[in-house]
């Protein structure tokens, strides 16, 4: 199986950083895309950044554009979320998103992780 784990969230005062980190781990895989999504409590899972296997594409959504920034080490299985100037409505339980072919799965499929939550305080 493919596990995905976030690690780097925590209570940070609006205005700060935080990065945040997700990490492949299991059978051999392929990772085609990554993205992070954000869930507060109430509201439905939104998309908040993407980005493709090269690194070269990336995409957010308009809420943390400027703001936030994704990035990719293949070599570590790894995505990052850089989290800039944040804000009390960025609260949320961040969930790592891959879109991987593993060994024994018939195609790509989507992984996530268990999340890891953020919390902005004003």
């Known amino acids: 199986q493919v596990q995905l784990v976030e690690s780097g969230g925590g209570l940070v005062q609006a205005g700060g950083p935080l990065r945040l980190s997700c990490t492949a781990s299991?059978?051999?895989?392929?990772?085609?895309?990554m993205a992070w999504f954000r869930q507060a409590p109430g509201k439905e899972r939104e998309f908040v950044a993407g980005i493709s296997w090269s690194g070269g594409y990336t995409y957010y959504t308009d809420s943390v554009k400027g703001r936030f920034t994704i990035s990719r080490d293949n070599a570590k299985n790894t995505v990052y979320l850089q989290m800039n100037s944040l804000k009390p409505e960025d609260t949320a339980v961040y969930y790592c998103?891959?879109?991987?072919?593993?060994?024994?799965?018939?195609?790509?499929?989507?992984?996530w992780g268990q999340g890891t939550q953020v919390t902005v305080s004003s």
């Open positions: 299991g059978r051999p895989f392929s990772s085609y895309a």
């Open positions: 998103k891959g879109v991987i072919r593993a060994a024994g799965d018939s195609g790509p499929k989507d992984y």
